[in-house]
């Protein structure tokens, strides 16, 4: 599937894309390594849960656009529970991009129909005893209370975040963050936050410089 969006990454301020299955997860990918595929898959569950609710409402929807203060995230659904969303700079050019998505889009449900011939043809010679997976639920999330001083100082160290990772830093952190406030949103695990981002940024120079950048913050919280 890689041919497929190989071709978004010539058009100018496109960083990169993705195709995202429900049932299969991230099935292809283009984007730098920064971007790492399980945070891609979240992503990819997000959009798939804003479709939709989206389709609830506009039956002619076809993109999503996120805007966010470094990046643009554009979504278009090529079949049901499959999506192809691109990375894009702010001043990408919308319109060649939506062009392209439709061609795209065009092309993936003719190698879809390819590959779901053959694959009825494999099965008429071969039959095999199906096996039903079972999926586990997961468990509820714990709400946690945050104090309005602590929510601005996440604010602000999200926002130095963006100048380090650029536009992968809102799902990185937003992730992070979660998974912290479960166990006990208190400034005095905030070491222990800090700690998760730098091993999510994954390179010792740039962790140092996200510690200078938030260091003002964590010393007038």
């Not at 195709?19 to 971007?35: D, R």
Request: hydrophobic share 45%.
């Amino acid at each position: 599937m890689m041919h497929l969006i190989d071709e978004l990454k010539v058009i100018p301020g496109v960083i990169g894309a993705c195709i995202f299955s429900s049932q299969e997860g991230l099935k292809a990918t283009n984007l730098p390594v920064i971007f790492k595929p399980e945070r891609l898959n979240v992503v990819g569950k997000h959009l798939t849960k804003l479709y939709a609710a989206g389709r609830m409402s506009f039956d002619d929807l076809t993109d999503i656009t996120l805007n966010y203060d470094e990046s643009v995230v554009v979504a278009r659904e090529l079949e049901r529970n499959t999506l192809i969303f691109a990375i894009c700079d702010p001043s990408f050019n919308h319109n060649l991009l939506s062009m392209s998505f439709n061609l795209l889009q065009e092309e993936f449900k003719g190698d879809a129909f390819s590959s779901a011939t053959a694959a009825e043809t494999e099965a008429s010679s071969v039959q095999a005893p199906a096996v039903k997976k079972l999926s586990q639920q997961p468990a509820a999330k714990v709400q946690q209370e945050i104090s309005a001083d602590l929510k601005g100082l996440l604010a602000e160290m999200k926002g130095a975040l963006a100048k380090i990772l650029g536009p992968m830093a809102e799902f990185v952190f937003d992730e992070v963050t979660e998974e912290w406030i479960e166990a006990g949103a208190d400034f005095s695990r905030i070491d222990n936050l800090v700690e998760k981002i730098n091993g999510e940024i994954g390179d010792a120079r740039k962790a140092e410089e996200y510690r200078q950048l938030i260091a003002p913050a964590l010393k007038n919280y």
